[in-house]
């Protein structure tokens, strides 16, 4: 079973409908949810929701075979997936393709879609606007209507007849509006969902919400419909190290934005994984490599920088040549400083927090240095997601990636190489760079003895 609720386009309330869907679901069923495109945020919400770890499904970094494998991986021993789309329906990377879109991702797992619609100040032209949706592509199965941001049930029924007799759609559910169901805003996005405490709240509020607002029983009945995937599964991963090592993952607070497929391809490449935090460990576990990932770090710098001993560890570390891969706030902590509180200094850069955001988008990189986890020549994709940079005056070490798509680090460029640490504002996901965890479990091995 599974279903995609998408939108009409920005502002319509996706994320607090799809989570709290997702937690109301969960009540019944073993629910796993599911994100397109390359966001953290929204699914740290529906993992809380739903216990489960939310995936990203994004055909801009993966085939459709893949896909439909990382889907089928996620979906062993559960129920039900519920999957929440990126802005609108049909956006994509440009105007005219399906790449990076919601719909891409309908089609290939052949899932019928739940429109969500702003419905304020709309009854007819709501109509029209499904009319519009389910005629661009008829290939996708437009099998259902919420309506949120309704003024009252008279203005729900109004609505509601309008759309199911002129465009023969179901209306399954109407949400009055209330900003007191709204998500508070930071940085790039929704407040992160480490704020447990305060995020359950809101996650139980939204059930409520939904349990009293939309048909879950015909939500499940149109999940049904969606017809079994067989053909065309491409792994998102390859394997090809076959020695145990073990690798140390900087996981709290500060650093939490990981695709989980990342991680899962270093363990299906016998690596062992150790997690440990920078900000409330003193010392640094017994591995053979290291993996930072993102975060907020820029939020945490004078606590980091107080954690004298685990800087001097993981500079000593790569003092050693044992392999350090960091990404987005990961190569901010290994910069000389962030803001001006000193962080592990591998770097003699500063990085600071920018008022305005300095990358937000899918980038393409082609390799041009081998490095720990990828090859001179290849070519990946990625994105950026981020308000700080770097200030670099001179610089004082290559780059491993030349960026044709994007923004990158420096001058088109991305990926700062030392010894055998690399740094990246480029967030990778292994369906882009299927040879990510062997690679980087073999410099582990290889250098980290």
């Keep these: 079973m599974r279903i995609i609720l998408a939108g009409t386009g920005s502002a319509v309330g996706k994320t607090t409908i799809a989570t709290g869907i997702m937690k109301a679901l969960s009540e019944k069923f073993d629910v796993q ?14 993992t809380l929701a739903t216990e489960n770890t939310s995936r990203n499904l994004d055909s801009f970094f993966m085939k459709e075979g893949q896909i439909r494998d990382s889907y089928l991986k996620a979906m062993k021993h559960k129920d039900i997936a519920v999957i929440e789309g990126v802005r609108g329906l049909y956006e994509g990377i440009d105007s005219i393709n399906d790449i990076g879109s919601t719909a891409s991702v309908a089609k290939a797992l052949k899932a019928p879609v739940i429109l969500i619609i702003n419905s304020r100040s709309l009854v007819k032209s709501a109509a029209a606007l499904v009319l519009g949706f389910k005629a661009l592509d008829p290939e996708i199965n437009i099998a259902g209507v919420i309506l949120n941001k309704v003024k009252n049930k008279a203005h729900y029924e109004k609505t509601k007849k309008s759309i199911e007799e002129l465009t023969k759609t179901e209306v399954i559910g109407g949400i009055i509006r209330d900003d007191n169901i709204s998500i508070e805003q930071r940085h790039l996005g929704l407040v ?20 009293n607002s939309i048909d879950l029983d015909r939500l499940v009945e149109i999940a049904k419909e969606a017809p079994k995937i067989t053909s065309d599964i491409i792994p998102i991963w390859n394997k090809l190290n076959n020695q145990k090592v073990k690798i140390g ?8 934005f990981y695709y989980k497929e990342n991680i899962e391809s ?11 935090s920078p900000l409330n460990d003193e010392n640094l576990p017994d591995v053979d490599a290291l993996y930072i990932g993102g975060g907020y770090p820029e939020l945490f710098s004078k606590e980091l920088s107080e ?23 990961g190569l901010m902590y290994l910069m000389n400083t962030i803001h001006d509180d000193k962080v592990v200094d591998i770097y003699p850069y500063k990085a600071i927090l920018t008022d305005r955001v300095q990358a937000l988008k899918y980038t393409i990189a082609e390799v041009q240095q081998d490095n720990i986890i990828s090859k001179k020549g290849e070519v990946f994709h990625g994105h950026e997601f981020h308000y700080s940079k770097v200030i670099v005056d001179e610089l004082k070490h290559p780059l491993a990636f030349k960026i044709t798509r994007g ?20 967030h990778t996901h292994v369906a882009a760079m299927p040879n990510f965890g062997g690679n980087l479990t073999i410099s582990a091995k290889e250098l980290g003895d």
């Excluded at 994100?35 to 529906?46: A, E, L, Q, R, T």
């Excluded at 993952?249 to 939490?256: G, Q």
């Excluded at 270093?266 to 440990?276: D, G, M, P, R, T």
């Excluded at 500079?315 to 706030?329: V, Y």
């Design 266 to 276: 270093l363990e299906a490449n016998n690596a062992k994984i150790e997690y440990f």
């Design 192 to 211: 992160p969902a480490r704020e447990r405490e305060n995020s359950l709240k809101f996650i139980d509020l939204w059930s409520e919400v939904i349990k």
């Design 407 to 426: 923004t990158g680090s420096y001058d088109l460029q991305d990926g700062f190489m030392e010894k055998n640490t690399l740094a990246s504002y480029v």
């Design 249 to 256: 993952i900087a996981y709290d607070e500060v650093f939490n």
């Design 307 to 329: 954690n004298k001993t685990m800087l001097s560890q993981i500079k000593d570390f790569h003092l050693e040549n044992r392999p350090i891969f960091a990404e987005c706030g």
């Design 33 to 46: 949810p599911f994100k397109v495109g390359p966001d953290y945020i929204d699914p740290s919400y529906h």
